[in-house]
Structure formats: C-alpha cells, structure tokens
C-alpha cells in the first residue's frame, strides 16, 4: 500500500487529490449553509443540493456527442462555453459591486449569524 509513495509524483498527488476532496465538500457545506441562512427554506437548500448532481444525468447525452463529433471538438466546446459563461457571470459581478466590498459584506453576514460563546 505505501509503495506508491516511492514514486515522487504520487507523492504529490495523493495530499493533493485529498485536499481537493476536502475543499468540495467545505464549499458544499458552506454555500448549503449560506442558502438555509439567507433563505431559511429547506426546499430551496434540497434544490441547491439537487441541482450539483445534475452533471451527472447530462454525462450520458456528452457521452455520445463525444462518440459521435470527436473527443477533441467535445473538449474545445466545452471549453468554450465554460469561458463564456464565466466571463459574462464575472462581468456581472464586477459591474454590480466591487469583488472586495461583496467578501467583505459576506464576512460580515456570516459573522453575525454564528451563535455567540459565552465564556
């Protein structure tokens, strides 16, 4: 089992696979957190959950698209789209507000819901 940590590179892949795992499932805590804190509806905390595995019933239709246009045009498209996407949210984002006062009013917001330790 510890044979794989001979090789330098699994030696490095390995921590990092793992801390990869762990930053997916703190940010799934989180924003579910963030959705029931700001919603306080369970309803919409299920559909947030829901629509992360929504991935996965869309895998098989790019599976064939894969098959049928080449794995190469599928991967440019997707990274295409993926771009696009994320510039036109980012744009948005920076027009309506400023990326360092919108973390600083999240901390903020997250600050004020915690329960308070009394000592």
Request: charged share 15%; net charge positive; with cysteine.
């Amino acid at each position: 089992m510890l044979a794989v940590f001979r090789v330098r590179s699994f030696r490095f892949q390995i921590p990092a696979d793992l801390l990869t795992s762990w930053a997916f499932e703190m940010e799934t805590i989180i924003l579910g957190w963030y959705v029931m804190v700001h919603t306080g509806s369970v309803l919409l905390l299920t559909a947030f959950a829901s629509l992360q595995f929504l991935g996965t019933l869309a895998a098989p239709m790019f599976g064939v698209l894969g098959d049928r246009l080449g794995a190469r045009i599928m991967l440019c498209v997707m990274r295409v789209t993926i771009t696009r996407v994320s510039q036109k949210h980012s744009h948005r984002k920076m027009r309506a507000e400023s990326t360092v006062r919108w973390i600083r009013n999240y901390l903020h917001a997250a600050t004020l819901s915690l329960p308070s330790v009394s000592a």
